[in-house]
């Protein structure tokens, strides 16, 4: 505040100031529009002037600095009353403004602690909701790992005891039978395959399993079906793919090739032979991946059944093969019924001409008998109408018309006793 009265003073003085340096220049401009030469006024005068200007602006700067100072005393006052106001606002605001202040600290207070209160009901039922759901779900987890590692368990002694059949040839072989008979199960009837058959006639080599396909003469003709496994040679071939030796690979491939040459040639040897047989067999294999490994090698199809005239089939061609087989049986059935049907229609038609042979013999002879009948009705009974037209009731004719007039009589007519009397006239 002191430091604006200061300023407010500096201010007022120079305003003096320069009031004072405008009427020394009013002075001197008036001096100088005075000649120098002129005899009416003297050098004396102009001092005289210039002494009275002077003495007017200093009274002038007296009045302006008592006026400035006389301002500046009521700005001064009005500045302390303005500070006192100023103090005492302030002191109110900050009274309000601790008291606002206070209720604002005891209402934040307040709902701090209510929120808190309620953030920790709500977070301890969420913990304990969550921590319960997640203590069931790792539970449930738990007895499923549980389960899966008794599965495993389970599946781990499986899978040595297939190792184990798989290890026997004569498991291996059994294992291919019962797969070839579930097949043959599901896709054919009981009379249309047969078990253990010695196809080929006068031999007591016997095919594991025979489809029997019917002829056009009503007899049959077996499809031997025959189920190996080469598991050695596959395991090997698997083992070299694994290690990616090329050169194991191949003398695998080699090995097995010659064990399904050799299984195939041996079906056609024991259990093909034509017209008791089909001119071919299928060799059956019990795993598609060994039936996917023989297909993908180049040619070797090809050669079994040019070689030895053995088709070779999977578990999902056999399906096939025995459906399209299903087929042609369910066609020969069609074809033998038809030929039934019209076997029978021919019985038919032949009987059809001899019923209309006696059917026209019984119309003749009704024709007879119907002109038998129409002489009967008609000569016979104008014969026996004349014969009786003479017999008369006994008595006169009054008699009779009296009891034909007679209501008891014409009720119940007398029947006259017919003598032997009558008969002789």
């Known amino acids: 505040m002191g430091e604006g009265l200061l300023v407010a003073a500096v201010v007022l003085a120079g305003i003096a100031a320069v009031a004072a340096v405008v009427a020394l220049v009013k002075v001197s401009r008036a001096a100088a529009s005075v000649p120098l030469g002129s005899d009416a006024h003297s050098a004396g005068e102009v001092s005289a002037m210039l002494e009275r200007q002077f003495a007017q602006s200093r009274e002038l700067q007296r009045a302006d600095l008592e006026r400035a100072s006389a301002g500046v005393e009521a700005l001064s006052e009005q500045m302390a009353q303005l500070r006192a106001q100023t103090a005492r606002s302030l002191e109110t605001v900050r009274a309000d403004n601790a008291e606002c202040l ?163 040639k041996d079906i056609n040897a024991k259990y093909v032979a034509p017209p008791a047989t089909t001119t071919f067999g299928i060799l059956f294999l019990p795993f598609e991946g060994l039936y996917a490994e023989v297909v993908s090698r180049p040619g070797l199809l090809e050669r079994l059944q040019r070689e030895s005239h053995v088709t070779v089939a999977g578990p999902s061609t056999m399906a096939a093969l025995l459906s399209g087989l299903e087929m042609s049986f369910q066609a020969v059935a069609i074809r033998r019924r038809a030929d039934e049907i019209q076997t029978v229609l021919a019985e038919v038609k032949t009987e059809f001409g001899k019923y209309g042979e006696e059917l026209e013999r019984v119309r003749r002879q009704l024709a007879t008998a119907s002109k038998t009948l129409d002489a009967l009705a008609g000569t016979r009974t104008r014969a026996m109408d004349k014969v009786l037209a003479c017999v008369t009731l006994p008595g006169n004719g009054e008699e009779t018309d009296a009891l034909r007039s007679s209501p008891a009589t014409s009720e119940k007519p007398a029947r006259p006793a017919r003598t032997g009397a009558h008969f002789a006239e």
Request: aromatic share 4%; charged share 30%; hydrophobic share 40%.
């Open 102 to 264: 206070e209720r604002v600290r005891q209402d934040t207070a307040r709902s701090m602690e209510a929120v808190r209160s309620t953030v920790d009901e709500k977070l301890g039922r969420t913990l304990g909701e969550r921590l319960e759901q997640s203590f069931s779900r790792v539970d449930e987890r738990l007895s499923r790992v549980d389960r899966g590692l008794g599965e495993m368990q389970g599946l781990a002694a499986g899978v040595g005891d297939l190792k184990r059949v798989l290890s026997n040839v004569k498991t291996r072989g059994i294992m291919g039978e019962v797969q070839l008979g579930a097949i043959l199960r599901e896709v054919l009837a009981p009379g249309q395959y047969a078990q253990n058959v010695a196809t080929r006639p006068g031999s007591s080599e016997r095919v594991e399993f025979a489809v029997r396909i019917p002829a056009d003469d009503g007899s049959a003709v077996w499809l031997p079906i025959d189920a190996k496994f080469p598991g050695d040679a596959y395991e090997h071939l698997r083992e070299a793919q694994d290690a990616g030796d090329a050169a194991a690979v191949e003398a695998a491939w080699k090995t097995l090739e010659l064990r399904l040459r050799g299984e195939a």
